[in-house]
């Protein structure tokens, strides 16, 4: 391990904050759950019975390990790098969030917490949360936006045959900010019974740091799975991120390693200079929001602003505070693709591949059509399948019934 880049892989400060950003803006009612949940926290990432039991379910219960695939068709028609997806969207529940949701339940067992509560925005939180749930005979509520309610019905569909309590949250947008609002209201009301199962790599320290730890196992495959098959690691790293969880899922592991480049690709909307885009990094300055200080979309007053994307995923006006360090420090590039480019690339990976990608997913293919046919032909580029596409259907179909 490199000296020069050790510090890319330290855990949060004292205060909970990567650089100046992350840290632990909650109600006073909170400070004790927080404080309980990194104490339990710390305690089970370091207890080989914990570990054994979370390497169980991700084998038998998620399927791992997920599959590292040779896009031959894209590559050839790219005509530069070699194209590799993580299959994250193979995963019980078809994405990479079972991952994190496996580790949390884990916790709030160890925790004697008989009550899950979660917020989600394209619903495959929520779908991992109600399953996880059910699995251990544990109450599940989940907060989701009304207007993702009505893009992401089989989602909700999903969620309620497990056994969820869905809560429609109106105010606002409708969408994934306004659901986190909603959860936290929750959690500062029942604060005995309830673990709050966050769903990203965002909101009050610990969780940045744990929702990433139980991720990471993305980017530990991929560096063994590349190792087996090419011989190296991989040149680049692409993946699209919302709060950022199957980013730092991937990258985290090759922070060490200054010659694996990291491209996160975030959500333009309509463009950057539009007004109706959710890239925070791109168009947004430093604030505090869901409890932690990171990159958000807010006006002069500090007003969070809305956030659009055409991916209920990706539409939040945030993003993880370690992603916001990674880009302060220049470690990863953060780039951002439109809604029209992401469109394209979910139809033409449809078509090459033959493969439903989700739309989250079709950001960060988007940049790997920009980027692919500049690079040699030797060039090794992972880019993470985050999750699959069904859910996504009625988008799509509405968008291709109002361009026909």
Known sequence: MSSANQHYRRDADALGQFGQFGGRFVAETLMPLILDLEQAYKQARSEPNFIAELDRFNAEFVGRPSPLYFAERLTEQYGGAK???????????????????????????????????AETGAGMHGVATATVCARFGLECVVYMGATDIDRQRDNVARMRLMGAKIVPV?????????????????????????????????????????????????????????????????????????????????????????????????????????????????????????????????????????????????????IGPEHAWLHKEGRVEYVAVTDRQALDAFHNCCRMEGIIPALETAHAL???????PTLPSDHLMVVCLSGRGDKDMPTVLRLMEEQA
């Not at 969030?97 to 496996?102: D, E, L």
């Not at 709060?243 to 899922?249: D, E, I, R, T």
């Not at 988007?366 to 692919?372: F, I, L, Q, S, Y």
């Open 83 to 117: 194209i590799f997806f993580k299959r994250e969207e193979l995963n019980h529940t078809g994405a990479h969030k079972i991952n994190n949701c496996i580790g949390q339940v884990l916790l709030a067992r160890r925790m004697g917490k008989s009550r899950i509560i």
């Open 170 to 318: 109106t105010s606002g947008k409708g969408t994934l900010k306004d659901a986190m609002n909603e959860a936290l209201r929750d959690w500062v009301t029942n604060v005995d019974n309830t673990f709050y199962m966050i769903g990203t790599v965002a909101g009050p320290h610990p969780y940045p740091t744990l929702v990433r730890d139980f991720q990471s196992i993305i980017g530990r495959e991929t560096h063994s799975q590349m190792l087996e098959r090419e011989g190296r690691l991989p040149d680049s790293l692409v993946a699209c991120i919302g709060g950022g969880s199957n980013a730092m899922g991937l990258f985290h592991h090759f922070l060490d390693y200054p010659e694996v480049q990291m491209v996160g690709v975030e959500a333009a909307g309509h463009g950057l200079d539009s007004g109706k885009h959710a890239a925070s990094l791109k168009g947004g300055v430093p604030g505090v929001l869901h409890g932690n200080r990171t990159y958000l979309l807010q006006d002069d007053d500090g007003q969070i602003d809305d956030a659009h994307s055409v991916s209920a995923g990706l539409d939040y006006p945030g």
């Open 366 to 372: 988007a940049e790997v059509a920009r980027r692919a």
